[in-house]
Nanobody
Framework: QFKMVESGGGLVQPGGSLRLSCTAS????????IAWFRQAPGKEREGVAF????????TYINSVKGRFTISRDDAKNTVFLQMNGLKPEDTAVYSC????????????????????WGQGTRVSVSS
């Protein structure tokens, strides 16, 4: 059974850091592009960080550039999202998605192009 499980969320003060993990089971993560998405209350889900399969090229949305870092450890079937300098506007449920599609399609970070999802982990940034 294909499964992805996120962990590492929590409550943190502005300026703080969190490291999210996304571990896959039932399939080989190395064969998939991976993206981290987030959905804030009352807002649509948005892709925030992308890492390609094989070459591990990365892309970020402007609002998290320089603060977030996506990485992957294919030997552990796990992808990470290091989040530094957290801001209240980063508050959301973060989830990971896996895409078997082309780099061009996966890079768009649109939900229909991602086949496997975790249930998400909540990140709250507040003083």
């Amino acid at each position: 059974q294909f499964k992805m499980v996120e962990s590492g969320g929590g409550l943190v003060q502005p300026g703080g850091s969190l490291r999210l993990s996304c571990t896959a089971s039932g399939f080989t993560l190395a064969n998939y592009h991976i993206a981290w998405f987030r959905q804030a209350p009352g807002k649509e889900r948005e892709g925030v960080a992308f890492i390609s399969r094989f070459s591990s090229n990365t892309t970020y949305i402007n609002s998290v550039k320089g603060r977030f870092t996506i990485s992957r450890d294919d030997a552990k079937n796990t992808v990470f999202l290091q989040m530094n300098g957290l801001k209240p506007e980063d508050t959301a449920v973060y989830s990971c998605g896996a895409s078997p599609r082309s780099w061009t399609l996966a890079l768009e970070m649109r939900r229909p192009n991602y086949d496997y999802w975790g249930q998400g982990t909540r990140v709250s940034v507040s003083s």
